[in-house]
């Protein structure tokens, strides 16, 4: 299997969740890439934040984007060019705060992508704040008596705004990731799946996760009522059970595919003076 | 007669803009020079809304504050307008909406019960604008036929009750004198903002992407409507921040694109045009102006953005700034904006206005033969390939995903060569001087090109230093008053020698501007150089020729 590694010193915290999503995002692009997925067809697009160094850890094409704007950079790559496959990592601030509306149009174009969202519920890179899905009270270093907002529930978010593929799982499951990964790539359409990932420094939820989570089983991911039912079960805020796995997947045609395909721009001139023509 | 000014008014949603269109293409047709001012609110119904329409035996890019003709569709059109008549001018009006006033010995008037005539022939309201042309035609000699020809080609809508309509008042208004056509070849009428679209497609453009936004919405139309047949990829995203980011997704997949939009949508767009200096990605911004702070006049011009064109975006990087001031530059310009964006991997940020935007001019089809899409440097493969390597230009050879043995790297982080992310400080100095480095084949580069322009008496000792649209209306006046036009039409880099040369030999120099602190006069300034005078105007209203001939006298 070829390398995907590059030579760049990791700098993530001993311990961080981020290395799994690192090793199992590896690990699917080397399977991929060895069952025929030209490797330079892959593109991983970041925003800004400890999740977006995953660029610099990957020996593929990288667009190391702005905080929040993975998803139009990523649509835009896939317009132009429908062949590649293109995956953008983001974080939960990046995705759910600065970059939202983005996310939701990219779920409402259901273009060919796939959003792996880093989602540690605090913001690690600028020191320990609050972020859209951080429990209400959560004391962050702008909130330091507790925040005085609900999370809202992003998969919700993302039924409500036409993602075709919703899937949600942990950083320390690493063959559920592997697997979702997978599927949320091969998938046609816009998926996405929310990673919750440990911080260990600034919210570590280890435990709280190993106590709650369980995967979803008989659950039939065509069925966008029970998607609905499964997705709201947990609202990032309550202490109840967390399901992960697949909740939703659907057919649906895509964004990319609807533009007219690149021609030559040779003739143009000739065009350009039949169109002058009708206006004399 | 070679030149005749024609107002045309009435409420948005008479169709005056329509009107404005068929009366110019009337007179496009028999040989004359065409200019339109539109001149319209932020309303959709209602408000006073007026297009004013020259027509020349010379080109004239530039309208006439006073009229030959006034048609007067509602009383405010005539209450606000009657001023501009000149001393043997026509008012032709609906008498069922309009009284005319006393007016001064030699005006004429021709008063026709459009409202009633409409009615009379089952047309729809909005055909007293078809009524008023068939008017003005007869008046000046023009066949019916003719007009007919060019009402078919505009109105889709209730055609024939419009022609039925309009017939009959062309039957039975006067005719008053023979306006005759003039033997020269019609030009293609356009405005500047189809010219840009016309010049971004001969430059290779692939993707137009853009939120809507007074005056850069038409090409995102225009675009639109064509996209087919220029296999063009269109796509209006949720926001000006999406539409730069996407675009930047479009240039690093090596298909050139081009977003447009105004000052307050290029607010949300410059943390992606900062994002393009760094990461050395190919843009074309088309910012149209329009008057602020803020959402300020939207339908009006000014050229208040070129400070902000100038230095947006956070960090020191090469970028490329031009400001067309007619069509056939617009043309040109947006084409070469497309070939510097992807030689040098820079933002090319066109800047236009209002009036350069919406207007209509004659375009003088020798300008297409100016423009043609250059390739960028392009990695040959000699070498293992990095995104950033550091080169004698500082030109990075290119290379696209999907192309084999290429790990091309993009990073808005300061990076190294092969697009890692760095925090030291040498690399950082190494990449930041390889960015900038750029701008010298870039000047080299323009030292051919048009980057200032001389126009009117080259010898005179009284010069006008203008920019953008404001070009038409100085050579007119420099024309008139046997004065030199220096326009700089690149801003960026900023061509100081070329400018210098420009303005050597002139006595005085006047600057005129559609801003309030003289923006262009202020580069200048810096080099040195002395301006003597500020003409400068920021009601979001162009000077007319007459008007700023006036003020540009008084300082002589």
């Not at chain 2, 939009?261 to 045009?273: A, D, H, K, P, Q």
């Not at chain 2, 400001?323 to 933002?347: C, F, M, T, V």
């Amino acid at each position: 299997m070829m390398t995907l590694g590059t030579k760049t010193v990791n700098t993530w915290c001993p311990g961080c969740g981020n290395f799994a999503i690192l090793n199992a995002i590896k690990t699917v692009l080397g399977a991929l890439t060895e069952e025929g997925l030209p490797v330079e067809n892959i593109v991983l697009v970041s925003g800004i934040g400890c999740h977006a160094k995953i660029v610099d850890y990957v020996n593929t094409n990288s667009f190391y984007s702005l905080h929040g704007r993975v998803f139009p950079a990523a649509t835009g790559m896939k317009v132009a060019r429908p062949e590649l496959t293109v995956i953008g990592h983001a974080g939960d601030g990046d995705a759910y705060g600065e970059g939202l509306e983005h996310l939701i149009f990219a779920a409402k174009r259901n273009v060919d992508i796939t959003a792996i969202i880093h989602d540690n519920r605090v913001y690690g890179l600028t020191t320990g704040q609050y972020t859209p899905t951080s429990p209400a009270g959560f004391k962050g270093r702008s909130t330091p008596f507790g925040t005085k907002e609900l999370p809202f529930n992003p998969l919700a978010l993302m039924l409500a705004s036409g993602a075709t593929f919703i899937a949600r799982g942990t950083s320390h499951g690493i063959d559920l990731l592997k697997k979702l990964f997978r599927e949320a790539i091969l998938h046609k359409g816009f998926s996405i799946v929310d990673v919750l990932q440990v911080c260990v420094t600034y919210y570590n939820m280890y435990e709280y996760y190993e106590k709650r989570v369980y995967e979803l089983k008989d659950h039939d991911p065509e069925d966008f009522n029970a998607a609905g039912r499964k997705i709201r079960e947990w609202d990032y805020n309550n202490d109840g059970k967390i399901a992960i796995g697949v909740f939703y997947t659907k057919d649906a045609p895509t964004f990319e595919k609807s533009f007219p395909s690149t021609g030559t721009t040779e003739d143009r001139g000739q065009k350009i003076r039949e169109l002058l023509k009708d206006s004399i | 007669m070679d030149n005749l000014s024609m107002l045309i008014g009435g409420k948005a949603g008479f169709g005056i803009d329509k009107a404005g269109q068929i009366i110019a293409a009337i007179f496009n047709r028999r040989g004359y020079r065409i200019y339109v001012y539109r001149d319209y609110p932020s309303i959709i119904r209602g408000g006073h809304t007026f297009s004013l329409i020259r027509a020349s035996a010379t080109r004239r890019d530039a309208h006439e504050g006073h009229v030959d003709y006034l048609l007067a569709l509602d009383q405010e059109t005539f209450d606000l307008h009657k001023g501009r008549l000149k001393s043997e001018a026509v008012v032709i009006y609906d008498n069922d909406a309009v009284k005319v006033s006393e007016l001064p010995d030699g005006i004429r008037t021709i008063g026709s019960p459009l409202a009633k005539v409409v009615k009379e022939e089952a047309a729809p309201d909005i055909s007293r604008n078809t009524c008023i042309i068939a008017i003005l035609c007869k008046t000046i000699g023009i066949d019916w036929g003719l007009a007919e020809e060019a009402l078919r080609r505009y109105i889709s809508k209730d055609i024939e009750a419009n022609i039925k309509a309009g017939s009959r008042a062309y039957r039975e208004s006067p005719s008053l004198t023979e306006f005759g056509a003039i033997d020269q070849r019609p030009h293609p009428l356009v405005s500047g903002n189809e010219a840009i679209s016309l010049g971004l497609l001969k430059g290779g453009l692939k993707a137009y992407l853009a939120y809507p936004m007074t005056p850069s919405s038409p090409i995102l139309h225009y675009l639109a409507h064509v996209a087919e047949e220029f296999s063009l990829k269109v796509i209006h995203p949720e926001n000006e921040i999406a539409v730069m980011l996407m675009a930047l997704g479009f240039s690093f997949a090596g298909e050139r694109v081009a977003v447009g939009t105004s000052g307050g949508g290029f607010c949300l767009m410059t943390e992606g045009l900062s994002f393009s200096g760094m990461a050395e990605l190919p843009i074309v911004v088309i910012l149209g102006q329009r008057p602020g702070p803020s959402t300020g006049l939207p339908t009006y011009s000014c050229q208040t953005e070129l400070n902000f064109a100038l230095s947006a975006g956070q960090g020191e990087f090469t970028r490329f700034v031009v400001a067309p001031g007619d069509p056939e530059e617009a043309y040109y310009w947006s084409s070469e904006a497309l070939n510097i964006a992807w030689k040098y991997q820079i933002p090319s940020i066109i800047l236009s206005d209002k009036d350069l935007a919406e207007a209509t001019y004659s375009f003088d089809e020798a300008a297409l033969a100016t423009a043609q899409e250059r390739p960028p440097f392009l990695w040959d493969r000699s070498q293992a390939y990095k995104r950033y390597a550091d080169t004698e230009t500082g030109i990075s050879p290119l290379a696209f995903p999907s192309e084999k043995d290429a790990i091309i790297k993009i990073n808005s982080y300061e990076h190294d060569e092969s697009g890692i992310t760095t925090e030291n400080g040498a690399i950082t100095k190494k990449m930041e001087d390889k960015r900038l480095r750029k701008e010298r084949l870039l000047r080299e580069d323009l030292t051919s090109l048009q980057t200032v322009r001389v126009h009117g008496d080259k010898d005179a000792k009284t010069a006008l230093l203008c920019w953008g649209s404001a070009k038409g209306v100085c050579v007119e006046a420099a024309q008139e008053l046997g004065l030199k036009v220096v326009q700089v039409v690149v801003f960026a880099p900023f061509p100081f020698e070329e400018v210098a040369q420009a303005l050597a030999g002139a006595k005085k120099v006047i600057a005129v501007e559609y801003n309030a602190t003289a923006q262009c006069a202020r580069l200048v300034r810096a080099r040195g150089i002395a301006i003597h005078e500020e003409v400068l105007k920021y009601d979001g209203r162009p000077f007319s020729s007459d008007e700023l001939t006036k003020k540009i006298e008084g300082l002589l």
